[in-house]
């Protein structure tokens, strides 16, 4: 089945730090690629997307690309800031399925300043 | 302004009381859905609706029913709540398509003692 794995936190990190949160996926056919972020107390919010393969998605110094050679969809930042500090969700989505996105679990990220 | 409008955003309640949680949104989006959030496991959805009167079961739909008589409301039901369904809620719409954006709620957070 559908499935996506990421990498587990919680990720602390110094401010202006690098960030790599890691992201790969299990899926038959062509998912369209998702990452949301969710500050304390909020829903959801989208960060970035990709649709199909080698797309790169970018979004406030955010950017994955969609890896289907190696079913991955790591998220990188090269500047951390104290405001990024949030849980990101990596998530698949096919078409048809009304929407439906499957997630991974979550990883926290915590930026120090 | 385009948003998801879930209530209440936190109630406690007990074992066996019906309690219904709304979700209305204004984007005139086709597609609806609630997802449960659990520590660990990330999102999984319980119920969609890919239009009025459509709805289908997601990954973990026992104990709650749903129903879509606008487009723009899609209220979740706990007909007999147990503690095994305190979580976070949140209710989520998108237009048609799989390679679509999710928008979500600020979320309900209810625990059944």
């Known amino acids: 089945g559908n499935s996506v794995t990421q990498m587990e936190g919680p990720v602390t990190l110094s401010e202006e730090a690098f960030l790599t949160i890691n992201c790969t996926y299990t899926?038959?056919?062509?998912?369209?690629l998702f990452w949301y972020v969710q500050y304390p107390g909020e829903g959801l919010q989208l960060l970035l997307k990709a649709t199909k393969a080698d797309d790169k998605g970018s979004n406030k110094g955010f950017e994955a690309t969609y890896r289907k050679e190696t079913t991955s969809f790591h998220l990188e930042k090269g500047s951390v800031q104290v405001s990024d500090s949030a849980v990101y969700f990596c998530?698949?989505?096919?078409?048809?399925?009304?929407?439906?996105?499957?997630f991974g679990q979550g990883t926290e990220l915590s930026v120090k300043p | 302004e385009a948003q998801v409008t879930q209530n209440p955003r936190y109630l406690i309640t007990v074992t066996g009381k019906k309690l219904t949680v709304t979700c209305s949104q204004n984007?005139?989006?086709?597609?609806m859905s609630w997802y449960r959030q659990d520590p660990g496991l990330g999102l999984r959805q319980i119920y969609y609706?890919?239009?009025?009167?459509?709805?289908d079961k997601g990954d973990v739909p026992e104990g709650y029913k749903v129903s879509r008589k606008e487009k723009r409301n899609f209220p979740l039901i706990l007909e007999s709540p147990s503690p095994n369904q305190t979580s976070l809620y949140f209710c989520?719409?998108?237009?048609?398509?799989?390679?679509?954006?999710?928008?979500f709620g600020d979320g309900t957070r209810l625990s059944i003692l």
């Open positions: 899926a038959t056919g062509y998912p369209s």
């Open positions: 998530a698949l989505s096919r078409y048809n399925q009304g929407g439906k996105l499957i």
């Open positions: 989520a719409s998108s237009s048609p398509g799989g390679n679509q954006p999710q928008h």
């Open positions: 984007m005139n989006h086709e597609y």
């Open positions: 609706s890919m239009n009025v009167e459509v709805t």
